[in-house]
């Protein structure tokens, strides 16, 4: 999936907040969705208390926004062949905002 990310307090629901649920899918952070479909809206992490993660497909124009790398490439299928040429991380970045250098597990 691809996500984006803003500063918590730029982020905001229009409509339907009553319709985002939350898990803890982490022992360092949650996950929003939504509890009509079920679909996937947010990551929000310990490490980066100020920022939001927000799925791209939920936006109003997900062309607002490109991904520059992929997380935990380890763990994609075989199938699936990286083909854009952009950065690939076992997990987290060394540069993970939040973490200690070099840290890629939070």
Same mark, same amino acid.
């Given at each position: 999936?691809? /996500?984006t990310?803003?500063?918590?307090? @730029?982020?905001?629901?229009?409509q339907?907040?009553? =319709?985002?649920?939350? /898990?803890?899918?982490?022992? /360092?952070?949650? %996950? #929003?969705?939504c =509890?009509?479909?079920?679909?996937?809206?947010? $990551?929000h992490?310990r @490490?980066?208390?100020?920022?939001?993660? $927000?799925? +791209?497909?939920?936006?109003?124009?997900?062309?607002?926004?490109a991904?520059? /790398?992929?997380?935990?490439?380890?763990?994609?299928?075989k199938?699936?062949?990286?083909i854009? #040429?952009?950065? %690939?991380y +076992?997990?987290? =970045?060394?540069?993970? =905002? #939040?973490?200690?250098? #070099?840290?890629?597990?939070?």
């Open positions: 999936m691809v /996500f990310t803003a500063a918590l307090r @730029h982020f905001h629901i229009e339907g907040e009553e =319709r985002l649920g939350k /898990f803890a899918s982490t022992p /360092f952070g949650e %996950r #929003g969705y =509890r009509d479909c079920g679909s996937p809206l947010t $990551i992490v @490490h980066q208390p100020g920022e939001i993660d $927000i799925a +791209a497909a939920s936006l109003d124009d997900p062309d607002a926004i991904p520059a /790398f992929h997380l935990y490439a380890d763990l994609a299928p199938w699936a062949i990286p854009d #040429g952009l950065p %690939r +076992a997990a987290l =970045r060394p540069t993970t =905002r #939040g973490l200690a250098p #070099g840290q890629t597990e939070a």
